[in-house]
C-alpha cells in the first residue's frame, strides 16, 4: 500500500466495519530551474524597460541641467551643472496655473461625458434591440471608416454650437471613440445572461439594470476606457490650437507645443524680466515636458490592477 496515495483500510469487528483513511503526505516542490524561454522574456522585458526608461529619465535630467551645458553638449544622464532656471521660470505667474486649470478640466470633464456616453451607446448596441441597436451600430462603426474633414468641424463648433474659447469644443469633437465603443460592446455581450433576467424577474426594469448590474459588473472595462480617454484628453492640444485664443484657457500640451514650435515664446513667459531676456529654452522645454507627463503617469497606477482584465475581456469575441 503506498502512503502518498490515498487508500482505505478495512478492519472487522464484528458486525461493524471500520474505515481507517490514510492522508498523502505532503511532498515538498521541486525547485525548478527556469528555463530558456523565462530567460529570454527576463532580457527582453528588461531591455524593453530600459529603452522606455531612459529617454524618461534624460528629459528629467535635462530639466535639471544648465542651459549652457545643454546647448554645448547636449543629453546627458545627470544633471550637472543642477540648475531650477526653467521650473522657477515656469512658475512665476500664472501662466501654468491657469495651463494646469485648464488640462485638468478637460480630463476629468471629458472623461466623465465619454465614459457616460461610451457605457449607454454601448449597452443599446450589446442588447440587439429591433429597430435603434443596428442604427446606432452603423452610426458608430462610420466614423472608423471616414470623417467629414476638418473644414466642416470648425463651422461645426464655431458657427453652430458657437463654442469658440470654450473648453468644450475640446472636449466634444473627441468625445466618442468609435473603436473603444466596440470594445464595450463586446463586454456587455459576455455579462451572464441569467444575472440580468433575474433582475427583470424582480421587476427591475432596464435603467436599474443598467445602473445597479451592469455597471458594477464592468468595472475593468470601465477602468481601461476611462484611462484611454483621460489619456486622450489630456494629451489634446490641436482642438485647442483651433478653438482657442485666448492665452488664459490654454492647456498645457498647448503651452508646450508654443514652446516648442516658436522659441521666442520662451523669452515672453509670464515674469520674464529683461535679464532672462535670453531664456533657457532647451531646459525649458524638457522641464514644461515633465511637468506636463507627470500627472497623467501617477493616473496608471490606480487602473493598472483592472487594465489587463479589461483589455482581455472587452478584446475578445463573444
Same mark, same amino acid.
Given at each position: 500500500?503506498?502512503?502518498?496515495?490515498?487508500?482505505?483500510?478495512?478492519?472487522?469487528?464484528?458486525?461493524?466495519?471500520?474505515?481507517?483513511?490514510?492522508?498523502?503526505?505532503?511532498?515538498?516542490?521541486?525547485?525548478?530551474?527556469?528555463?530558456?524561454?523565462?530567460?529570454?522574456?527576463? *532580457? %527582453?522585458? =528588461?531591455?524593453? !524597460? &530600459?529603452? +522606455?526608461?531612459?529617454? #524618461?529619465?534624460?528629459?528629467? @535630467?535635462?530639466?535639471?541641467?544648465?542651459?549652457?551645458?545643454?546647448?554645448?553638449?547636449?543629453?546627458?544622464?545627470?544633471?550637472?551643472?543642477?540648475?531650477?532656471?526653467?521650473?522657477?521660470?515656469?512658475?512665476?505667474?500664472?501662466?501654468?496655473?491657469?495651463?494646469?486649470?485648464?488640462?485638468?478640466?478637460?480630463? *476629468? %470633464?471629458? =472623461?466623465?461625458? !465619454? &465614459?457616460? +456616453?461610451?457605457?449607454? #451607446?454601448?449597452?443599446?448596441? @450589446?442588447?440587439?434591440?429591433?429597430?435603434?441597436?443596428?442604427?446606432?451600430?452603423?452610426?458608430?462603426?462610420?466614423?472608423?471608416?471616414?470623417?467629414?474633414?476638418?473644414?466642416?468641424?470648425?463651422?461645426?463648433?464655431?458657427?453652430?454650437?458657437?463654442?469658440?474659447?470654450?473648453?468644450?469644443?475640446?472636449?466634444?469633437?473627441?468625445?466618442?471613440?468609435?473603436? &473603444?465603443?466596440?470594445?464595450?460592446?463586446?463586454?456587455?455581450?459576455?455579462?451572464?445572461?441569467?444575472?440580468?433576467?433575474?433582475?427583470?424577474?424582480?421587476?427591475?426594469?432596464?435603467?436599474?439594470?443598467?445602473?445597479?448590474?451592469?455597471?458594477?459588473?464592468?468595472?475593468?472595462?470601465?477602468?481601461?476606457?476611462?484611462?484611454?480617454?483621460?489619456?486622450?484628453?489630456?494629451?489634446?492640444?490641436?482642438?485647442?490650437?483651433?478653438?482657442?485664443?485666448?492665452?488664459?484657457?490654454?492647456?498645457?500640451?498647448?503651452?508646450?507645443?508654443?514652446?516648442?514650435?516658436?522659441?521666442?515664446?520662451?523669452?515672453?513667459?509670464?515674469?520674464?524680466?529683461?535679464?532672462?531676456?535670453?531664456?533657457?529654452?532647451?531646459?525649458?522645454?524638457?522641464?514644461?515636458?515633465?511637468?506636463?507627463?507627470?500627472?497623467?503617469?501617477?493616473?496608471?497606477?490606480?487602473?493598472?490592477?483592472?487594465?489587463?482584465?479589461?483589455l482581455t475581456l472587452g478584446a475578445s469575441k463573444g
Amino acid at each position: 500500500m503506498s502512503i502518498a496515495a490515498r487508500t482505505e483500510t478495512i478492519t472487522d469487528l464484528g458486525a461493524e466495519t471500520v474505515f481507517e483513511e490514510v492522508r498523502p503526505v505532503a511532498r515538498k516542490p521541486r525547485r525548478t530551474r527556469p528555463d530558456a524561454f523565462q530567460v529570454t522574456s527576463y *532580457v %527582453v522585458v =528588461t531591455l524593453f !524597460s &530600459l529603452f +522606455c526608461l531612459i529617454p #524618461l529619465w534624460m528629459i528629467v @535630467a535635462g530639466s535639471f541641467t544648465d542651459e549652457s551645458t545643454l546647448a554645448a553638449q547636449g543629453y546627458s544622464f545627470w544633471p550637472e551643472p543642477f540648475s531650477l532656471a526653467a521650473y522657477q521660470m515656469l512658475f512665476t505667474g500664472t501662466g501654468l496655473l491657469n495651463g494646469y486649470i485648464a488640462s485638468l478640466f478637460i480630463t *476629468v %470633464v471629458g =472623461t466623465a461625458l !465619454s &465614459l457616460s +456616453c461610451t457605457a449607454a #451607446l454601448a449597452w443599446v448596441i @450589446a442588447r440587439r434591440l429591433p429597430g435603434i441597436s443596428r442604427p446606432l451600430t452603423i452610426f458608430a462603426y462610420i466614423p472608423l471608416l471616414f470623417t467629414g474633414g476638418l473644414v466642416p468641424l470648425y463651422l461645426l463648433v464655431t458657427q453652430v454650437l458657437q463654442l469658440s474659447n470654450s473648453w468644450f469644443s475640446v472636449i466634444l469633437p473627441i468625445m466618442l471613440a468609435p473603436f &473603444l465603443i466596440f470594445v464595450a460592446v463586446s463586454f456587455f455581450r459576455q455579462l451572464p445572461e441569467e444575472i440580468l433576467d433575474s433582475a427583470r424577474i424582480d421587476g427591475a426594469g432596464e435603467l436599474r439594470v443598467f445602473f445597479q448590474i451592469v455597471l458594477p459588473l464592468s468595472k475593468p472595462i470601465l477602468a481601461v476606457l476611462g484611462l484611454f480617454y483621460a489619456v486622450t484628453y489630456w494629451n489634446e492640444w490641436f482642438m485647442a490650437l483651433l478653438f482657442i485664443s485666448d492665452p488664459d484657457k490654454f492647456p498645457l500640451q498647448l503651452i508646450l507645443q508654443n514652446l516648442i514650435s516658436n522659441v521666442t515664446n520662451a523669452a515672453s513667459l509670464p515674469g520674464a524680466s529683461a535679464a532672462q531676456a535670453a531664456a533657457p529654452v532647451y531646459q525649458l522645454r524638457f522641464a514644461m515636458t515633465v511637468l506636463t507627463i507627470a500627472p497623467i503617469l501617477f493616473a496608471y497606477p490606480f487602473a493598472q490592477r483592472y487594465f489587463v482584465k479589461g483589455l482581455t475581456l472587452g478584446a475578445s469575441k463573444g
